[in-house]
């Protein structure tokens, strides 16, 4: 076990709950133990498994995690990046981000790389978190499998929760922040992927989108301080336009070899970025 690779966890004792029994967790080696001996090994990629149960992640493995850290190097999500970056510098989070979802991790090591804040990152995706763990080049964000609906963080233990493109729980987000602790929640516009979805036509199960939906259940579960939308139209090699096709879960039940994506040389993507405190 690389010993760097370990001080991702140094604070775990601060952070962490066992998912067993919800007593903190403190490094003990190369694993994460409670008071009650439960124990998690750390994987020599840098990240611990924390989801109990055998949960099935449907329409994402390992292959579609890789597409999407190659759409993420192109720099088409950057100005989104950019945004969450700023609003974070800006709350001046005293404990640490959790990033829910975190897929390959794109969004957390922006955070952590313009903000300098702790960040704890985490996905239901084992594939997800071991690509996300084994591309850190730094030692400063805990990364964990984990299950949204039971988060292994204690309580009142965060600063600011991040929600980027996934599900939300808001009961569980409420219980991990601190008093007056942030949610920044990003979600789709119409526009996002507006030359993709205009290709597929009526392909798709819904041809016209609405977040309206998700901003209205955020406004419910929340205190909505700021609403705040970025976007980017960015010229795309033919290779990350076919890396983005195969990862958009908008097209995941769509036949794409059947459609043309040929002249398709650029793509917009465009979220709003919700702000609320709880």
């Known amino acids: 076990m690389d010993a760097r690779k370990l001080k991702r966890f140094g ?46 992640v449907h329409g994402y493995d390992r292959a579609s995690f890789e597409q999407r850290r190659q759409v993420f190097e192109s720099g088409l999500y950057d100005a989104i990046a950019h945004e969450l970056c700023h609003t974070i510098e800006s709350l001046a989070p005293q404990l640490p981000v959790v990033d829910a979802g975190c897929g390959e991790g794109f969004f957390a090591r922006a955070v952590r790389s313009a903000t ?42 965060a600063g600011c929760v991040l929600d980027v493109f996934s599900p939300a729980n808001y009961g569980e987000f409420r219980r991990v922040l601190v008093p007056g602790g942030h949610i920044l929640k990003v979600v789709p516009t119409a526009r996002h992927l507006q030359e993709l979805r205009e290709r597929a036509g ?23 301080d700021t609403r705040k939308t970025a976007t980017c139209t960015l010229a795309l090699e033919p290779a990350a336009i076919e890396a983005l096709v195969a990862m958009t879960p908008m097209l995941f039940k769509v036949d794409t070899s059947t459609i043309d994506w040929s002249d398709i040389d650029s793509v917009t993507v465009e979220a709003d970025i919700l702000v609320g405190h709880v």
Not at 44 to 51: E, F, P
Not at 128 to 157: C, F, K, M, N
Not at 202 to 224: I, K, T
């Open 202 to 224: 009526g392909r798709l199960r819904h041809q016209e989108y609405s977040n309206q939906r998700v901003l209205d259940h955020f406004a419910h579960s929340c205190v909505l």
């Open 11 to 56: 604070q775990a004792d601060t952070l962490l709950a066992c998912p067993i029994c919800h007593e903190p967790l403190q490094l003990a080696g190369t694993a994460l133990r409670c008071a009650n001996r439960h124990s998690f090994d750390i994987a020599r990629q840098g990240y611990v498994n924390l989801l109990r149960g055998n949960r099935q």
């Open 116 to 157: 300098g804040a702790s960040v704890c990152a985490f996905d239901i995706s084992r594939d997800s978190v071991q690509l996300a763990a084994t591309a850190d080049p730094e030692d400063h964000i805990a990364w964990l499998v984990a299950d949204l609906a039971a988060i292994p963080i204690q309580t009142g233990r």
